[in-house]
């Protein structure tokens, strides 16, 4: 069926790309939003997302910090993959903001309540979500959070080949990292899908240090009031562009101050030697095809010929999407690995948060990711192969380099 909004009909909207005429500059808009109605279809539901995250990231500091006093919330999935209370109450908590203003919309998420109810965390989850959640004088009880949970797990919805529209949420994109105790850049990030395209993204990193800005004088005297450190929130819309804003008085449970809105592009990098490399944690340079052409270094002030530089890299897929939207990074680059699968909330949010700011994201082949090919549950990404994130120029050069490689390692 098609999914509808309560108020009226989606439609589809394909990703326009910004004008690479744009200057490179600064762009400052003190509001909720750094664009309009007029020139966003999907305002209100990007308005709720922008909330909710925030709310989010509110959240995960807050656990966290609970979590390295006490040790007692974490836990581990059957996957081995480290899991706290914070990836629960996200998955409930935009849930249930995002399923009381538009309730005809579906979730699809990582998590469901089965490992809540048999590791004994409800209580936890519970209040983790009452802290934050925006109801009034009925809070929410743990029946509606466990539900809320599941309503974005594999059994919460089931779609069919008909076109539809629903949201994509990775509660914390990074967790372990998260519950490493170090600053990683874990990532809340949710978007929206219509018809098989993302129409919004929004992230949340709250442990950002990097200032992605160019900022004169007078307003990095302006905004001395933001510590380092104090995170950003990321937001894209099609057809109006990628923005930031610092996001440490949310997580610091300070009143809202006006942070202005920073425009974001990606890097001006046309020669590949030239480029910021990001890959994977887990991975190492000689794994990927583009070794056999070129070595590499994390220095940036000793580079030699045929070396490439490799930035600092960090936890989560979605935080190297921030870099290349930043123009931290010129590219991320994700290699093939057979058996696995890959999720859509591992990049959704990342594709828009890219194309907007002017770069492009494919597979190794040069495809689309395919949000609806996994008709039934919109949980996969189809081709799984390997994806390459860049700010656009670099992207025709490096698929040629990738496919007239003879050294693609596979796992």
């Given at each position: 069926?098609?999914?509808v909004h309560?108020?009226?009909?989606?439609t589809t909207a394909?990703?326009?790309?910004?004008d690479?005429?744009?200057p490179?500059r600064r762009f400052?808009?003190?509001?909720?939003?750094?664009?309009?109605?007029?020139?966003?279809?999907?305002y209100?539901?990007?308005?709720a997302?922008?909330?909710?995250?925030e709310?989010a990231?509110?959240?995960?500091?807050?656990?966290q910090?609970?979590?390295?006093?006490?040790q007692r919330?974490?836990?581990?999935?059957s996957d081995?993959?480290?899991?706290?209370?914070a990836?629960f109450?996200?998955q409930?908590?935009?849930?249930?903001?995002l399923?009381k203003?538009?309730?005809?919309i579906?979730?699809?998420?990582?998590e469901?309540?089965a490992f809540?109810?048999?590791?004994?965390l409800?209580e936890p989850?519970l209040n983790a979500?009452l802290?934050?959640?925006s109801?009034?004088?009925n809070?929410w009880?743990a029946?509606?959070?466990?539900?809320a949970?599941?309503r974005?797990?594999p059994?919460?919805?089931?779609?069919?080949a008909?076109?539809?529209?629903?949201?994509v949420?990775?509660p914390i994109?990074g967790?372990?990292?998260?519950?490493?105790?170090?600053p990683?850049l874990?990532?809340?990030?949710?978007?929206?899908?219509?018809d098989?395209?993302?129409?919004?993204g929004v992230?949340?990193?709250?442990?950002?240090?990097?200032?992605?800005?160019?900022?004169?004088a007078?307003e990095?005297?302006?905004?001395?009031?933001?510590?380092?450190?104090s995170?950003i929130i990321?937001?894209a819309?099609?057809?109006?562009?990628?923005w930031?804003?610092?996001?440490s008085s949310?997580v610091n449970?300070?009143?809202?101050?006006?942070y202005?809105?920073?425009?974001?592009?990606?890097?001006?990098s046309c020669?590949v030697?030239?480029?910021?490399?990001s890959?994977?944690?887990?991975?190492?340079?000689?794994?990927?095809?583009?070794?056999?052409?070129?070595?590499s270094t994390?220095?940036a002030d000793?580079i030699d010929?045929?070396?490439?530089?490799l930035?600092k890299?960090?936890c989560?897929?979605?935080s190297?999407?921030?870099?290349?939207?930043?123009g931290?990074?010129?590219?991320?680059m994700q290699?093939?690995?057979v058996h696995k699968?890959?999720?859509?909330?591992?990049h959704?949010?990342?594709?828009?948060?890219v194309?907007?700011?002017?770069?492009?994201?494919t597979d190794?082949?040069?495809d689309?990711?395919?949000?609806?090919?996994?008709?039934v549950?919109r949980?996969n990404?189809?081709?799984?192969?390997?994806?390459?994130?860049?700010?656009?120029?670099?992207?025709?050069?490096?698929?040629?380099?990738?496919?007239?490689?003879?050294?693609?390692?596979?796992r």
């Amino acid at each position: 069926m098609i999914l509808v909004h309560s108020a009226r009909h989606f439609t589809t909207a394909r990703f326009t790309q910004p004008d690479s005429a744009l200057p490179r500059r600064r762009f400052c808009v003190r509001s909720s939003l750094p664009f309009g109605t007029e020139k966003a279809n999907y305002y209100r539901e990007l308005e709720a997302a922008v909330d909710v995250v925030e709310r989010a990231c509110a959240l995960c500091v807050d656990i966290q910090s609970s979590v390295l006093s006490t040790q007692r919330r974490i836990v581990e999935k059957s996957d081995q993959t480290p899991v706290t209370v914070a990836d629960f109450g996200v998955q409930a908590l935009v849930s249930l903001e995002l399923g009381k203003r538009f309730p005809l919309i579906p979730l699809v998420a990582e998590e469901d309540s089965a490992f809540v109810r048999s590791n004994n965390l409800v209580e936890p989850v519970l209040n983790a979500v009452l802290d934050k959640s925006s109801i009034g004088e009925n809070p929410w009880t743990a029946d509606e959070v466990l539900e809320a949970i599941d309503r974005g797990g594999p059994k919460g919805f089931a779609f069919g080949a008909q076109p539809a529209t629903y949201w994509v949420l990775d509660p914390i994109d990074g967790t372990k990292g998260f519950v490493e105790g170090n600053p990683a850049l874990y990532v809340v990030g949710l978007a929206l899908v219509v018809d098989g395209e993302v129409v919004l993204g929004v992230m949340g990193c709250p442990n950002w240090k990097n200032d992605i800005s160019n900022k004169s004088a007078p307003e990095v005297q302006e905004e001395k009031s933001s510590p380092p450190g104090s995170g950003i929130i990321m937001v894209a819309h099609t057809g109006c562009g990628t923005w930031t804003k610092r996001l440490s008085s949310v997580v610091n449970s300070t009143a809202k101050m006006p942070y202005s809105w920073t425009r974001c592009f990606v890097d001006g990098s046309c020669i590949v030697e030239e480029a910021r490399f990001s890959i994977t944690d887990s991975d190492v340079w000689e794994s990927f095809p583009l070794s056999s052409l070129f070595s590499s270094t994390t220095n940036a002030d000793c580079i030699d010929e045929c070396e490439i530089l490799l930035v600092k890299s960090c936890c989560g897929s979605l935080s190297k999407y921030i870099m290349v939207a930043s123009g931290v990074a010129s590219l991320h680059m994700q290699r093939v690995k057979v058996h696995k699968i890959i999720k859509a909330w591992d990049h959704a949010v990342g594709v828009i948060c890219v194309h907007e700011a002017g770069g492009k994201v494919t597979d190794w082949k040069g495809d689309e990711l395919n949000l609806a090919a996994d008709e039934v549950g919109r949980r996969n990404i189809y081709p799984s192969g390997g994806i390459l994130v860049t700010n656009s120029t670099l992207h025709n050069p490096l698929l040629e380099m990738i496919s007239s490689s003879s050294s693609t390692v596979s796992r």
